[in-house]
């Protein structure tokens, strides 16, 4: 049986290092069965993009869900562990006129059913805001189910 490693290598994706919190808080804790996420930016090796277009933030909404797998592997130990994505929250720093954020978060969700499947369908919220930590375009909370 294939691993999440092999289906992410499959996809030409590598896990980063679990980023180090901008704050007093932890990248992913543990409650019950569920592993929850703080926050993920779209940081890759320190660095988050400038003004982007609807278009970026998809792809750096892809960049977020890696993020937000390496901060639940750090508590998990094995992303094998994950059975179910269970809710995603994303976040779009926008323009008061923008109403695209879904199609942004897109692409998040749409990499979780790429890597889990059936298993990568989740409830979701796509919030517009006008600024996010550190000026990032995008920023994406995570639930996953584990057993």
Do not use: W
């Amino acid at each position: 049986m294939a691993t999440i490693d092999d289906r992410l290598a499959e996809l030409g994706l590598t896990l980063p290092e679990v980023a180090k919190p901008a704050g007093a808080y932890v990248p992913a804790i543990i409650s019950g069965q569920l592993v929850f996420t703080a926050g993920q930016l779209p940081s890759t090796g320190g660095v988050l993009p400038a003004e982007v277009s609807p278009e970026d933030a998809k792809v750096y909404a892809r960049t977020c869900v890696l993020n937000g797998l390496a901060a639940a592997r750090g508590v998990l130990g094995s992303l094998d562990r994950i059975q179910k994505v269970v809710k995603v929250v994303g976040f779009v720093a926008s323009d008061p006129a923008f109403t695209g954020q879904p199609g942004v978060i897109n692409g998040a969700s749409e990499l979780l059913g790429e890597i889990f499947g059936g298993a990568g369908a989740h409830a979701r919220s796509a919030v517009g805001v006008a600024v996010l930590p550190l000026d990032s375009p995008v920023e994406i909370e995570f639930v996953f189910e584990f057993a």
